[in-house]
């Protein structure tokens, strides 16, 4: 018997096992209510205070996770920190990006620069980002059908453009932003980056690049 | 995975004796004791949070979710729907390996990519893939190693790995991947990660544990440091999220509290690099992400601890925190404990999911000392479920004859003042003969075992009784 097509049994079976070790059983009317009203309340736990300038910490953070970080002035001067980025760390200005910088002039400043999404051969990924999460250094991407998480995910080198105008608090402040933008649901994907991919499973040895990208170089807009 | 807990004893004797693994376990201490205690030391400074508050509003999270468990497993299940995925229900670790074998023939699935997972490590899930004539492969790195070096066993939940030396690794890879010995731990990650790109953009399912299953959204969150889960989830046109009953999280803000605690007990890390939150399948015009997503919700004994004194095991959050502070486990490695989660918490499942007279050592593996309790982030009371597990044991007679003989006439012996003053004395008497030389014990007629690596110290003076007395009659 298929149990893919007949999962309904097993179902019953461990719901009801769950309502007897819970000493319960009936339709829960009352305690399906009040789960209702905890998440229409969707309070916080404790959250933390971050003391100073919120950009600045965000900053500091960045690095922290082993991020290189930069500070421009308008989205004009993408291209040029770009092409800055590539030469520092001896990569040819060849970049892959999303549709919202294609507009840029990156010819000026000496990039070659697609907008498309990678199939993994594409060494530098320029994106932007939902957020950026202050209290840990993290940005946020939640990806769309023009914001591929393959740009994010596979080059060596992930770009993320973060407008500081886009820089909140806490982790919660990044799901707000994220659900306003998709009609008040979660995205289908959110993902909290923080740094460059890491492991440490080679005899306890921390190795910056693992499976997703080796250097994160972050550039805040303003 | 079979089982092995109930050679605990000799295989601990063994591992005692690896040099090899005594070196590779020391290391844990820098980067997991002390370094955990210096990032929550340092929390008040950097978010104004503290640990003590923190870990309360994280137990009453979890508390919430296994007090109405039931509620929260069918609001998952309708918000997850809601989203296109499919949400599968598996009674035991069969049952994981049948519905994913189903899932994998009706996408016509040849090649399986896979993130880290216990639960499936419960059944096996891998051989029965590869059984049915797939092939599997392990994305995180430990697992990675574990996988191609003939599918050994983890030994620690967080870093399966961690018992292997880098010389060990070098000569593997070079073995398996037909290359020349790389040396270092970065030359032998970039290799992993160059074998192990084309398989995520050739897969055509992934296959992810869970650490979290959020109800408000019907999301699977998962946490990790290589990026492996996130393309994992993102690149095959399959996504099968596993996990039990019990990862059930009430709200998004719920679980950003749980991360508070979680990287900085388990990692030593303020947040690990990537935290995925999925939810249902791609959207219109999307290019990434799953076509088909599956949740498995997981029981495998998880009910049988919820009904039982047991109930607070299932707060946790497999952070690692426990091993990571227990002697025990320090020196005589995961593979010891013979199943899929060793230290102090799989003391606890172990028995619990497979059966008490499976792991009757598991338990006892314990000085009780409880620096597993002061630093889980759940505030499970590991010593005092260890000490229950004892105490079933003894009811249900599986302790050996002699010592529940002993229990019996030591009971008879303190419940009786006039009987256990007088022996006491005696025995310190006796004791203090016996070490008349140098004040120490070498070797005892009972509980020799104690004596083979130490000495006992007599005791010193009249008991606490003929203390008492004395004081007592000075005192009129």
Not at chain 2, 18 to 34: I, P, R
Not at chain 2, 61 to 87: M, P, Q, S
Not at chain 2, 313 to 330: E, K, S, T
Request: aromatic letters at 6%; charged letters at 25%.
């Amino acid at each position: 018997m298929s149990l893919l097509e007949n999962n309904g049994a097993a179902r019953t079976a461990i719901m009801g096992r769950v309502r007897a070790a819970l000493k319960v059983s009936g339709e829960r009317k009352e305690q399906h209510a009040s789960a209702e009203e905890y998440l229409r309340r969707n309070q916080r736990g404790p959250q933390p205070t971050l003391e100073g300038d919120i950009v600045q910490r965000f900053v500091d953070w960045s690095v922290r996770q082993a991020s290189t970080v930069e500070r421009i002035a308008t989205n004009a001067d993408i291209p040029a920190a770009v092409a800055r980025y590539c030469d520092s760390i001896n990569v040819p200005r060849t970049v892959v990006t999303w549709p919202i910088y294609a507009h840029l002039d990156w010819a000026s400043a000496g990039v070659m620069c697609e907008s498309r999404p990678t199939q993994g051969q594409d060494k530098t990924g320029v994106t932007s980002v939902t957020a950026g999460i202050a209290e840990t250094g993290t940005i946020l991407i939640t990806p769309s059908a023009t914001e591929h998480t393959a740009s994010v995910l596979l080059p060596d080198n992930h770009v993320a453009i973060v407008p500081a105008a886009q820089i909140v608090a806490t982790m919660e402040d990044g799901y707000e932003i994220a659900k306003a933008q998709n009609g008040g649901q979660p995205p289908r994907a959110m993902h909290y980056i923080s740094g460059p991919s890491r492991t440490a499973d080679i005899a306890q040895t921390l190795v910056i690049g693992a499976h997703g990208p080796i250097r994160v170089h972050v550039i805040v807009v303003g | 995975m079979q089982i092995a807990s109930m050679h605990f004893k000799e295989r601990a004797s063994i591992k005692l004796t690896d040099s090899q693994l005594n070196a590779n376990m020391k290391k844990m201490k820098e980067k997991f004791v002390v370094k955990r205690a210096v990032l929550f030391a340092e929390m008040p400074q950097t978010v104004h949070l503290d640990f003590e508050t923190l870990r309360e509003e994280a137990r009453v999270v979890r508390d919430r979710a296994l007090r109405e468990l039931d509620v929260w497993l069918e609001i998952f299940e309708r918000n997850a729907k809601k989203r296109g995925a499919t949400v599968l229900w598996a009674e035991t670790p069969d049952d994981v390996n049948a519905l994913v074998l189903e899932i994998a023939k009706k996408h016509a699935v040849k090649k399986i990519i896979k993130s880290k997972s216990m639960v499936s490590e419960e059944s096996a899930l891998d051989h029965a893939i590869e059984a049915a004539g797939m092939k599997v492969v392990e994305t995180d790195l430990g697992e990675y190693i574990l996988q191609i070096n003939n599918y050994e066993p983890p030994s620690h939940i967080v870093a399966p790995a961690v018992h292997k030396s880098r010389e060990e690794i070098t000569e593997l890879f070079a073995r398996v991947h037909g290359t020349s010995e790389k040396i270092t731990p970065e030359a032998l990650t970039m290799e992993a990660r160059a074998v192990l790109r084309e398989h995520y953009l050739s897969s055509d399912m992934g296959i992810s544990g869970g650490n979290f299953f959020v109800a408000e959204t019907g999301s699977v969150a998962l946490v990790t440091n290589e990026g492996n889960a996130t393309l994992t989830t993102t690149m095959p046109k399959v996504h099968v999220a596993i996990s039990g009953i019990e990862k059930i999280v009430p709200t998004l803000n719920d679980v950003a509290t749980l991360l508070r605690l979680l990287p900085r007990s388990g990692t030593s890390q303020e947040i690990t690099n990537y935290i995925d939150f999925m939810t249902g399948v791609k959207g219109k015009g999307e290019i990434d992400g799953a076509e088909h997503m599956y949740f498995i919700l997981v029981d495998s004994g998880r009910t049988k601890v919820l009904e039982s004194e047991m109930w607070e095991a299932l707060r946790c959050i497999r952070c690692g925190a426990c091993m990571n502070h227990c002697p025990v486990y320090h020196n005589v490695g995961g593979h010891s404990y013979g199943w899929v989660y060793p230290g102090p918490i799989g003391s606890i499942l172990t028995p619990m999911y497979k059966g008490l007279d499976k792991a009757l050592d598991l338990p006892f593996a314990s000085t009780l000392c409880n620096q597993c309790g002061v630093v889980c982030p759940v505030k499970i009371p590991l010593p005092e479920l260890q000490r229950k597990l004892r105490e079933k044991q003894m009811e249900q007679g599986l302790r050996p004859w002699y010592e529940r003989a002993g229990l019996i006439m030591w009971s008879y012996v303190v419940e009786r003042p006039m009987l256990y003053g007088p022996m006491s004395r005696i025995g310190v008497r006796v004791m203090r003969w016996m070490g008349r030389k140098d004040g120490l014990i070498h070797k005892m007629p009972i509980g020799m075992d104690w004596t083979l690596g130490r000495d006992m110290p007599v005791p010193e003076g009249k008991t606490f009784r003929e203390l008492y007395a004395a004081q007592k009659a000075g005192a009129r």
